[in-house]
């Protein structure tokens, strides 16, 4: 991608179990964010983590970042089929809002 | 509308046609950009208007495609001499840019134009 990688490309679990996401990217970052793909149209923002930040939850879902690492992470508890998506992280670049997303993480959540 | 839209929903041409796809911000947002999204790939950034500030063009894959964004509103992408290859998801979002707290430069996205080109 062009800013950075997210792993896996690919992910099935069964319902009720965790899901992990990994995002690394390449340059300094202002702030963070994932966002869901459903149905590869629309996105939808999920959550976002400020550079001088080290986690934050919402709801079921939980974001690190490790800026020494140029890594983030999203963690989705306790899975529900309805978790069925793509997930992209994406990071603003530069001095403006320029926002570059990754290659995303397909869940597949089996009921 | 209150969000993101974009249209046509669906286009489908033929290779050496030129084709236009437009986008309509939220009302406001002064940051919009586009993204092509090819089957089951992530998005690429193509380009990205902030205010009237001259926009960063740097994704454009090439000199056949262009965009403009007239009187800080509707964007209109256009693609001439389509190629096969151009076939995808064009995705449109904006954003907010004022510098207040509650600010966090969240991308809004519209549903996508699905570009087909035969």
């Known amino acids: 991608s062009q800013q950075g990688e997210e792993d896996p490309q690919a992910l099935s679990i069964q319902e009720g179990e965790n899901a992990t996401m990994n995002c690394s990217y390449k340059t300094s970052i202002n702030n963070l964010q994932w966002y869901r793909q459903n149905s590869g149209r629309g996105l939808v923002h999920l959550i976002l983590?400020?550079?001088?930040?080290r986690e934050k939850h919402s709801g079921r879902l939980r974001v690190t970042l490790d800026t020494s690492k140029k890594s983030s992470s999203l963690l989705i508890t306790a899975s529900r089929a309805a978790d069925t998506a793509s997930y992209f992280c994406a990071q603003r670049v530069g001095g403006g809002f320029k926002t570059i997303f990754g290659a995303g993480t397909r869940l597949f959540v089996k009921a | 509308g209150a969000g993101v839209s974009q249209s046509p929903s669906n286009k489908v041409t033929e290779k050496g046609k030129d084709v236009e796809l437009r986008c309509d911000p939220i009302s406001g947002h002064t940051a919009l950009y586009w993204y092509r999204q090819s089957l089951g790939q992530g998005l690429e950034f193509l380009i990205y208007f902030q205010g009237n500030s001259a926009p960063d063009k740097s994704g454009l894959p090439s000199d056949r495609f262009s965009a403009e964004r007239t009187g800080g509103s509707v964007s209109t992408l256009t693609i001439q001499r389509t190629q096969q290859e151009d076939s995808a998801v064009y995705l449109c979002?904006?954003?907010?840019?004022?510098?207040?707290?509650?600010?966090?430069?969240?991308?809004?996205f519209g549903e996508g134009s699905r570009l087909t080109v035969l």
């Open positions: 979002a904006s954003s907010g840019t004022g510098d207040h707290p509650g600010n966090t430069g969240e991308l809004f």
């Open positions: 983590i400020r550079s001088n930040e």
